[in-house]
């Protein structure tokens, strides 16, 4: 690490009037994505309440397949993974490409036909879940034939935001854009990989488990890693209009994120070959570094940040402090043997993605909309409202997942435990995760109504621009 | 950092290098595993599912059964016992063995043979037992036993191993014990009928279970001459109008065959045991862990 920290440049915003055209740019690309990523966020909310229904009402579904537990579970977290984490990290990401790279956002087109093909790809994904065709593979479970589409968009999307970093004006680049760079194209390369050896030609027996655990880690530690710090490298320096502290140790998180993240999806259950999951154990500990680093970075400028926006950055930053504590302790400690099978995992993965990712995501979101619309939001008091129930539902999911997991595990643990008394140990943390999941459906549809609305008068702003056109055309002939 | 250039070859180094950690390197070590005899046999371990049980997999995934149901049993260590087998001729010198290993002599510990020792201690201790015995003419056994929560729940007989999965596509491992493991449910429960009426009113067959029932695995239908030979005998609030049956559609069949594939109670060179005889027979009627 250097000896003196350089800070990052704060003058990478453009010139205000460059400002208004590079949004205008970004206008109808990022609202299609944002409009399908707040559609698919309140999905994924519906089918985690139908989910937890199981566990209200065992008998509920008892004649539906549709809408057993087993398929509403995975289509709940693919819908928030795919519907909602990756797009929205996706116009984040080439929204800070285009601002920080002064230029205008190359091959919007791009992004429109990837944004319509992605969807088409999760609708596709959503309805083979339901149908039966889900792949099996945990958080991968979107069939092959949805699979291509959502290939193509990614890759559509990954050449736009490719060309607009090519196209900046400056060739020094932002931390931000380091991050946001990688963002875009690092989704293709595992996809395909994950999709071809697993389903086009699938690997043997325990190997595919590999492949499996491999694809987990790079899509939830470092995607959703890329996509967090991106986004916080971005708006807390603008929120606070203070430089990023230091590029040296901007540029030791990336490294260290890259490098250690995409090791530390092997559970240290599995029943692999040894080495794997005590690799994987020393990564997931190892992964403290880049947290520390950005820690270091970041932590003087989320202190009293102001604006609306920055309490979901500041609410996203400590969700990740969370979940690294409790990755530590499972990890740097026996403690792990407890929480095997429990509900500490989904406790776990609902902290990084929905008290993480999607926070950032949803304070970047906030932040871009009103920009990329070339008008406010037409609903502020709902956004603010907004972080308020969705910060309620992360705790009230998070908090009895980890906390009921833990009971869960130790009675797990004593094979003189009957075990229906041990599944009934997980009735009341599920049961009460079902109102933190009943708040998210009613905070995400808070998004949703925004984004509509501001599509909305956006259009409407068009078409009025468009029937002015011919007497403003009419009068400039008059003068004539 | 300033070229793009640069930025991409970081991140495509980073991400080669744990491609050929968890993808290349597990490959080579995982992806050539082939049947191989069990330890002590002839047969080969692991056999391709049969048909019914084939479509059935497909039922489990279809359905996300491994959202509430790991197929990994886990093991924490290896403990051994020793069993007296034969007394040989000379009891005397058997029970003076008996009191050199500091075993009781209450009520006659050379009848009822084959006869359990020593449970649950170290290979050190067994070996020198076996020694000794043999050394004043008895016979003894020493066997090796896996240990673990699990085990002890009679999930299985030993931890779950790669080449457990061998014919799997997709390995459906789970990460949840919402119910309990099925790697060896073919093994604890080997009754069709018990699955069926389980897979239809759950609490028929375990108490509180805490499972939903999947009646959309089965179909009402009019008894026609003379009740199907799998229609579910039903009582009270859940028996079908007089005249008609409940029996399993096609996929509830195959599911049930699937379950009844689910075996890993094999001692493999990676995972041995030896069990006494009678031990798989405990496993099976396991009443600890009800699924």
Same mark, same amino acid.
């Given at each position: 690490?250097?000896?003196?920290?350089?800070?990052?440049?704060?003058?990478?915003?453009?010139?205000?009037?460059?400002?208004?055209?590079?949004?205008?740019?970004?206008?109808?690309?990022?609202?299609?994505?944002?409009?399908?990523?707040?559609?698919?966020?309140?999905?994924?909310?519906?089918?985690?309440?139908?989910?937890s229904? #199981?566990f209200h009402?065992?008998?509920?579904?008892?004649?539906?397949?549709?809408?057993?537990?087993?398929?509403?579970?995975?289509?709940?977290?693919?819908?928030?993974?795919?519907?909602?984490?990756?797009?929205?990290?996706?116009?984040?990401?080439?929204?800070?490409?285009?601002?920080?790279?002064?230029?205008?956002?190359?091959?919007?087109?791009?992004?429109?036909?990837?944004?319509?093909?992605?969807?088409?790809?999760?609708?596709?994904?959503?309805?083979?879940?339901?149908?039966?065709?889900?792949?099996?593979?945990?958080?991968?479970?979107?069939?092959?034939?949805?699979?291509?589409?959502?290939?193509?968009?990614?890759?559509?999307?990954?050449?736009?935001?490719?060309?607009?970093?090519?196209?900046?004006?400056?060739?020094?680049?932002?931390?931000?854009?380091?991050?946001?760079?990688?963002?875009?194209?690092?989704?293709?390369?595992?996809?395909?990989?994950?999709?071809?050896?697993?389903?086009?030609?699938?690997?043997?027996?325990?190997?595919?488990?590999?492949?499996?655990?491999?694809?987990?880690?790079?899509?939830?530690?470092?995607?959703?890693?890329?996509?967090?710090?991106?986004?916080?490298?971005?708006?807390?320096?603008?929120?606070?209009?203070?430089?990023?502290?230091?590029?040296?140790?901007?540029?030791?998180?990336?490294?260290?994120?890259?490098?250690?993240? +995409?090791?530390?999806?092997?559970?240290?259950?599995?029943?692999?070959?040894?080495?794997?999951?005590?690799?994987?154990?020393?990564?997931?500990?190892?992964?403290?570094?880049?947290?520390?680093?950005?820690?270091?970075?970041?932590?003087?400028?989320?202190?009293?940040?102001?604006?609306?926006?920055?309490?979901?950055?500041?609410?996203?930053?400590?969700?990740?402090?969370?979940?690294?504590?409790?990755?530590?302790?499972?990890?740097?400690?026996?403690?792990?043997?407890?929480?095997?099978?429990?509900l500490?995992?989904?406790?776990?993965?609902?902290?990084?993605?929905?008290?993480?990712?999607?926070?950032?995501?949803?304070?970047?979101?906030?932040?871009?909309?009103?920009?990329?619309?070339?008008?406010?939001?037409?609903?502020?008091?709902?956004?603010?409202?907004?972080?308020?129930?969705?910060?309620?539902?992360?705790?009230l999911?998070?908090i009895p997942f980890?906390v009921g997991g833990?009971q869960q595990?130790?009675k797990?643990?004593?094979?003189?435990?009957?075990?229906?008394d041990v599944a009934a140990a997980t009735l009341m943390p599920i049961r009460v995760a079902s109102m933190?999941?009943?708040?998210?459906?009613?905070?995400?549809?808070?998004?949703?109504?925004?984004?509509?609305?501001?599509?909305?008068?956006?259009?409407?702003?068009?078409?009025?621009?468009?029937?002015?056109?011919?007497?403003?055309?009419?009068?400039?002939?008059?003068?004539? | 950092?300033?070229?793009?250039?640069?930025?991409?070859?970081?991140?495509?180094?980073?991400?080669?290098?744990?491609?050929? +950690?968890?993808?290349?390197?597990?490959?080579?070590?995982?992806?050539?595993?082939?049947?191989?005899?069990?330890? +002590?046999?002839?047969?080969?371990?692991?056999?391709?599912?049969?048909?019914?049980?084939?479509?059935?997999?497909?039922?489990?995934?279809?359905?996300?059964?491994?959202?509430?149901?790991?197929?990994?049993?886990?093991?924490?260590?290896?403990?051994?016992?020793?069993?007296?087998?034969?007394? +040989?001729?000379?009891?005397?010198?058997?029970?003076?063995?008996?009191?050199?290993?500091?075993?009781?002599?209450?009520?006659?510990?050379?009848?009822?043979?084959?006869?359990?020792?020593?449970?649950?201690?170290?290979?050190?201790?067994?070996?020198?037992?076996?020694?000794?015995?043999?050394?004043?003419?008895?016979?003894?056994?020493?066997?090796?036993?896996?240990?673990?929560?699990?085990?002890?729940?009679?999930?299985?007989?030993?931890?779950?191993?790669?080449?457990?999965?061998?014919?799997?596509?997709?390995?459906?491992?789970?990460?949840?014990?919402?119910?309990?493991?099925?790697?060896?449910?073919?093994?604890?429960?080997?009754?069709?009928?018990?699955?069926?009426?389980?897979?239809?009113?759950?609490?028929?067959?375990?108490?509180?279970?805490t499972?939903?029932?999947?009646?959309?695995?089965?179909?009402?239908?009019?008894?026609?001459?003379?009740?199907?030979?799998?229609?579910?005998?039903?009582?009270?609030?859940?028996?079908?109008?007089?005249?008609?049956?409940?029996?399993?559609?096609?996929?509830?069949?195959?599911?049930?065959?699937?379950?009844?594939?689910?075996? #890993?109670?094999?001692?493999?060179?990676?995972?041995?045991? #030896?069990?006494?005889?009678?031990?798989?027979?405990?496993?099976?009627?396991?009443?600890?862990?009800?699924?």
């Amino acid at each position: 690490m250097s000896q003196s920290p350089q800070p990052a440049s704060p003058s990478a915003e453009p010139s205000p009037a460059a400002t208004g055209s590079i949004d205008a740019s970004c206008r109808w690309p990022l609202l299609g994505l944002y409009y399908g990523a707040a559609g698919w966020l309140v999905v994924s909310a519906v089918a985690y309440l139908l989910a937890s229904m #199981s566990f209200h009402a065992p008998a509920m579904f008892a004649d539906c397949a549709y809408s057993s537990y087993g398929r509403m579970a995975p289509l709940a977290n693919n819908l928030l993974i795919y519907g909602f984490c990756i797009p929205a990290g996706w116009a984040a990401c080439l929204w800070m490409l285009a601002r920080l790279g002064k230029t205008r956002l190359v091959h919007g087109w791009f992004v429109i036909i990837g944004t319509k093909l992605w969807n088409l790809g999760v609708l596709l994904g959503a309805i083979g879940i339901l149908i039966g065709d889900g792949s099996g593979y945990e958080f991968l479970e979107f069939p092959l034939y949805a699979a291509w589409p959502m290939l193509v968009a990614s890759l559509l999307v990954g050449i736009s935001g490719l060309n607009t970093l090519r196209a900046r004006a400056d060739v020094e680049l932002h931390p931000a854009q380091w991050f946001a760079g990688l963002g875009v194209l690092w989704f293709p390369w595992i996809y395909i990989t994950a999709m071809l050896l697993l389903q086009l030609w699938p690997v043997r027996g325990m190997a595919q488990g590999a492949v499996h655990a491999w694809f987990l880690a790079q899509q939830q530690v470092v995607l959703t890693g890329l996509f967090g710090v991106a986004a916080l490298f971005y708006f807390l320096p603008t929120l606070k209009q203070q430089p990023l502290p230091s590029r040296q140790l901007a540029l030791f998180t990336l490294i260290t994120l890259i490098c250690f993240g +995409g090791w530390a999806g092997v559970p240290l259950t599995a029943p692999v070959p040894a080495w794997m999951s005590v690799l994987s154990r020393i990564m997931s500990v190892c992964l403290v570094v880049p947290v520390l680093a950005l820690v270091l970075n970041v932590w003087p400028l989320h202190l009293r940040v102001q604006g609306d926006e920055a309490r979901y950055f500041r609410f996203g930053f400590r969700a990740l402090l969370c979940w690294m504590t409790l990755v530590l302790i499972l990890n740097g400690t026996g403690v792990w043997r407890v929480a095997a099978f429990t509900l500490v995992h989904p406790g776990l993965f609902q902290l990084l993605m929905q008290g993480c990712g999607t926070m950032l995501l949803l304070g970047a979101a906030y932040y871009i909309l009103p920009r990329i619309a070339g008008r406010p939001l037409v609903y502020p008091a709902l956004a603010r409202l907004h972080f308020a129930i969705a910060a309620a539902g992360v705790f009230l999911v998070v908090i009895p997942f980890v906390v009921g997991g833990f009971q869960q595990g130790t009675k797990l643990a004593d094979a003189e435990v009957v075990f229906t008394d041990v599944a009934a140990a997980t009735l009341m943390p599920i049961r009460v995760a079902s109102m933190g999941q009943l708040l998210f459906i009613v905070g995400h549809l808070l998004l949703s109504v925004n984004v509509v609305a501001l599509i909305w008068q956006v259009v409407r702003g068009m078409a009025k621009a468009f029937d002015n056109q011919p007497a403003a055309l009419a009068g400039a002939e008059g003068r004539a | 950092m300033r070229h793009a250039g640069v930025l991409f070859l970081t991140g495509f180094l980073a991400m080669s290098a744990s491609w050929a +950690g968890f993808i290349l390197a597990p490959q080579l070590q995982l992806g050539r595993e082939s049947m191989e005899p069990v330890t +002590g046999g002839s047969e080969l371990y692991p056999q391709p599912r049969p048909g019914l049980a084939a479509q059935g997999a497909a039922v489990y995934r279809a359905n996300g059964c491994n959202q509430c149901h790991t197929r990994q049993v886990q093991q924490v260590g290896v403990t051994t016992d020793v069993i007296l087998t034969e007394v +040989g001729t000379n009891q005397a010198q058997v029970l003076s063995a008996f009191k050199l290993l500091g075993l009781s002599l209450a009520d006659n510990p050379l009848t009822g043979l084959p006869r359990d020792l020593l449970r649950g201690v170290d290979k050190k201790r067994a070996d020198f037992a076996q020694k000794t015995l043999e050394d004043a003419g008895a016979k003894a056994s020493v066997q090796v036993r896996a240990t673990g929560p699990d085990i002890a729940r009679g999930w299985g007989l030993r931890g779950s191993v790669a080449r457990d999965y061998l014919q799997d596509q997709p390995i459906l491992l789970g990460s949840q014990r919402l119910g309990p493991d099925l790697a060896n449910i073919g093994v604890r429960k080997p009754d069709a009928t018990w699955h069926l009426k389980h897979l239809y009113a759950p609490d028929l067959v375990v108490t509180n279970s805490t499972m939903p029932p999947y009646r959309f695995l089965f179909e009402t239908r009019q008894i026609n001459q003379s009740p199907a030979a799998d229609a579910l005998v039903l009582d009270g609030d859940l028996a079908p109008a007089p005249g008609f049956e409940v029996v399993p559609t096609v996929e509830g069949r195959a599911l049930v065959a699937y379950l009844l594939s689910l075996k #890993s109670d094999v001692p493999l060179f990676e995972a041995p045991f #030896s069990a006494p005889p009678g031990a798989q027979a405990a496993a099976g009627t396991n009443t600890v862990a009800n699924p």
